[in-house]
C-alpha cells in the first residue's frame, strides 16, 4: 500500500479494503493458533505442590491431622 487509508476523516475504500481482508486473515491464524495452545496446556499433566509456609493455620492442622492419622495406620499395620 503506498497511499494512507483515511484523509482528513474521509475512508478511502479502494485503500481500506484490501488492508481489511489482510488483517481478517492474519486475525484468522492468531485465533487458530491460540485454540491449539489452549488445548495444549489442557492436556498437559497439573503438578500442585504445597509447603506448609503456604497454608493457613485451620489448614495446617488439618495436614497434620491427616498425617498422624496416616502414620498411626501404618504403625498399626506393620
Keep these: 500500500m503506498s497511499d494512507y487509508i483515511t484523509d482528513s476523516g474521509t475512508i478511502h475504500w479502494d485503500r481500506a479494503e ?3 481482508w489482510l488483517l481478517s486473515e ?3 491464524d492468531v485465533f487458530k ?3 491449539d495452545q489452549i488445548k495444549d496446556k489442557r492436556k498437559r499433566p497439573k503438578i500442585v ?3 506448609e509456609d503456604s497454608l493457613v493455620d485451620n489448614e495446617r492442622e488439618l495436614v497434620r491431622s ?3 492419622t ?3 495406620f501404618k504403625d498399626k499395620l506393620f
Design 33 to 35: 493458533s491460540r485454540i
Design 49 to 51: 505442590s504445597v509447603t
Design 18 to 20: 484490501p488492508f481489511i
Design 26 to 28: 492474519y486475525e484468522n
Design 66 to 68: 491427616n498425617l498422624t
Design 70 to 72: 496416616q502414620n498411626s
